[in-house]
């Protein structure tokens, strides 16, 4: 996306150490001065970041913690989801895509419920695929995305 959009800046959020490292070096290789990564927990990174800073948050394949006594770890929580309403710029939008349709369900059943969220139904804009989205094309898994953009 960096790439594709030289004149936005991208910020990544990651906990995977391993997966911050490779991006940045990809980031590097590429010279992609609007681009950087930080290692750490989403929400709590978000909850740092100044009120409406974003045009856009992209969450990408989000572990989907399927056990139960695990979905409490879930990013894409209440808090979570208001600290993104917070960060966006009005008329900003909201990406979650997974390839867990229990996770699917959750993302919309919470997202619902939140006035300040109108669901977009067609997305007509091209992103590149992840990694995660190659792997479950090429496998031929399904995956869910939902575009939201922020009322006021």
Not at 138 to 146: C, H, K, Q
Request: aromatic share 10%; glycine share 6%.
């Amino acid at each position: 996306m960096a790439r594709r959009y030289p004149i936005s800046n991208f910020l990544g959020l990651e906990r995977q150490r391993e997966r911050v490292e490779r991006a940045r070096r990809k980031i590097a290789r590429l010279g992609l001065g609007n681009a950087a990564v930080l290692h750490g927990d989403g929400l709590d990174i978000v909850t740092r970041l100044p009120d409406a800073c974003a045009d856009c948050v992209h969450v990408l394949f989000p572990d989907p913690w399927p056990k139960r006594r695990h979905k409490v770890r879930r990013i894409v929580s209440e808090e979570f989801l208001g600290e993104v309403l917070r960060i966006l710029k009005v008329h900003g939008s909201l990406r979650l895509v997974t390839d867990d349709l229990d996770y699917a369900r959750a993302m919309e059943s919470r997202t619902a419920g939140m006035n300040a969220y109108q669901r977009i139904e067609n997305d007509l804009r091209v992103y590149p695929p992840t990694e995660f989205q190659i792997k479950f094309d090429a496998d031929s898994r399904p995956f869910y995305a939902f575009l939201f953009v922020r009322l006021s």
